[in-house]
């Protein structure tokens, strides 16, 4: 007595455009035409071709990254420290001139500055600091080249005399290496996203 042959259950295609109800030749034929086969061989192309580009940029960021320099990282990190520095006083006005958003937009654009009070040329272990370092608008920390009497006045009523004082004394000559570099960008990006959050919450 012969065993009857048993009969491959209806699938439906795999393309999400199309989902018909098929009985596959084969176990592994999850397309129910030549036109969806050809659909799923490009999806799976484009697949292949997508994961080869990420391993690539991976591959190139990689790369530049072991060609930039130690001032490469040091303008890295400054804008990190800046961009947490102007959204953390995002809403304070000018450090120097009082002049908020709306007063500012004719004479510069709505663009801010972060402004250091020492600056970095003459004092490059406070360049990180953000106590010397505040939101400022562009005509004071650029045409007026920091206006520093206005903006000690304002500092001294913002963070105390005290620590003024501290940002004027003496400071131990600092060099950063690569990697601490690279550690003050990391950890400003991270408050940066800190307030992003609690911005959005």
């Not at 071709?49 to 320099?69: C, D, F, N």
């Not at 520093?148 to 913002?158: D, F, G, K, N, P």
Request: with cysteine; hydrophobic share 30%; charged share 35%.
């Amino acid at each position: 007595m012969s065993l009857a042959v048993k009969q491959p259950r209806p699938k439906k295609c795999s393309v999400p455009q199309c989902r018909a109800s098929f009985v596959p030749r084969e176990s592994f034929q999850t397309w129910c035409s030549p036109d969806c086969a050809v659909v799923i061989a490009r999806g799976k192309q484009e697949k292949k071709r997508k994961s080869l580009a990420l391993v690539e940029r991976r591959e190139i960021k990689v790369r530049k990254e072991k060609l930039k320099s130690r001032a490469d990282h040091l303008r890295e990190a400054q804008a990190a420290v800046n961009e947490y520095v102007r959204l953390r006083d995002a809403h304070l006005p000018c450090i120097s001139c009082d002049s908020t958003p709306n007063d500012n937009d004719l004479m510069t654009g709505s663009r801010w500055d972060a402004g250091h009070y020492r600056s970095v040329g003459a004092c490059p272990e406070l360049r990180f600091e953000p106590l010397n370092i505040h939101r400022q608008c562009v005509r004071c920390n650029r045409n007026l080249s920091g206006n520093a009497v206005e903006y000690r006045i304002r500092l001294v009523q913002r963070v105390g005399v005290d620590k003024v004082n501290w940002l004027e004394g003496p400071h131990s000559a600092r060099k950063y290496t690569v990697d601490e570099i690279k550690a003050i960008k990391a950890k400003y990006r991270a408050k940066t996203r800190e307030l992003k959050k609690g911005e959005a919450a």
